[in-house]
Structures are given as structure tokens and as C-alpha cells.
């Protein structure tokens, strides 16, 4: 063991860890995009829920917003339980034995209801705020939500769509 190369060992790993570093803030740095690209900017391309709206909406409004959802977050917690529960119901159907897949299906739907209850109180907060905008920053707050997250927005796309 004493003729081992530490010197050299401890070299390597510390150019290893140099390139590595380096690639990684030279990619930060660019600009490098770590999500992959949307196929097409349709719409429907993607799904959209209350969240992207939310963040679209212009300051004085996504406070408002805000301070809204807050106060819903006790009427809210029967729903939240209930999604909980739903999720825990899940592991619980596939844990049983003998397997039953029609068991584990009506698990899930129950995971989906759950949340879709959960989800309605945003959704009726954002539709409110949105109503109450001018036109001209609802269409903003539109726009901005079918260009998508800042991260996959702009740059030039290389060769066809990928498929």
C-alpha cells in the first residue's frame, strides 16, 4: 500500500472535480436550458392550471390574489385531508394482497376528485382576478402564460421538432 500514487490519485480527482465544476457554471453562465424543449408553443401544448395564471398577473393583483388564497387555506383544510387520505389510499390498495388493479384504479380516482376539489377554490380565485383586470393586462397575463416558464421561452431552435 505505501508504494500507492496518492499524489497522483488526489490529482486526478481534483482536475475530475475542476472539469466537472467548471462545466457546470460554464452551462449556468450561457444560459443552458436543463428543461427539455416544448414540442410546440400551442396553448394546449401543455397543461395550465390557476398556478401559471397567478404568476402571470401583474403585482397590485397577484398580491390581492394572495392574500385571497390565504384566507382559504382553513376552509381549505377538509379538502387537503381528504387529498391526503386519497394519496394514502393509493399505497394501501397496492399493498393488498391478492393485487387488485380495479381496486388500485378506484384509488386513483379518488387521488384525482380529491384533488380537482382542492384545486377549485384557486381556480375560482384566479378567474376572479382575471375578471377584474382591464382588458389589455388580461391579454398580457395570457400571453405570458402561453409563452410558458421564463426558462423556455426565446432561443433558437435547432433541426425539426422533436417528435
Avoid: K
Avoid at 81 to 101: C, H, I, K, M
Wanted: net charge positive; hydrophobic share 45%.
Amino acid at each position: 500500500m505505501t508504494n500507492f500514487p496518492w499524489r497522483t490519485a488526489l490529482f486526478v480527482s481534483l482536475a475530475f472535480n475542476l472539469i466537472v465544476v467548471s462545466g457546470v457554471v460554464g452551462a449556468l453562465a450561457s444560459g443552458a436550458r436543463l428543461e427539455r424543449p416544448m414540442r410546440d408553443h400551442a396553448p394546449m401544448a401543455r397543461p395550465v392550471g390557476g398556478r401559471a395564471f397567478s404568476e402571470a398577473l401583474p403585482p397590485d393583483a397577484r398580491r390581492r390574489l394572495r392574500r385571497e388564497l390565504a384566507g382559504d387555506v382553513v376552509a381549505t383544510r377538509e379538502q387537503r385531508e381528504q387529498a391526503r387520505a386519497a394519496r394514502l389510499g393509493v399505497f394501501e390498495a397496492v399493498r393488498t394482497d391478492p393485487y387488485d388493479a380495479d381496486a388500485v384504479r378506484a384509488a386513483f380516482a379518488r387521488v384525482r376528485a380529491a384533488d380537482a376539489a382542492l384545486a377549485e377554490p384557486l381556480h375560482d380565485a384566479v378567474a376572479r382576478a382575471l375578471g377584474e383586470l382591464p382588458d389589455a393586462e388580461r391579454r398580457n397575463a395570457v400571453a405570458a402564460v402561453m409563452e410558458g416558464p421564463p426558462g423556455m421561452r426565446g432561443g433558437p431552435r435547432r433541426g425539426p421538432p422533436e417528435r
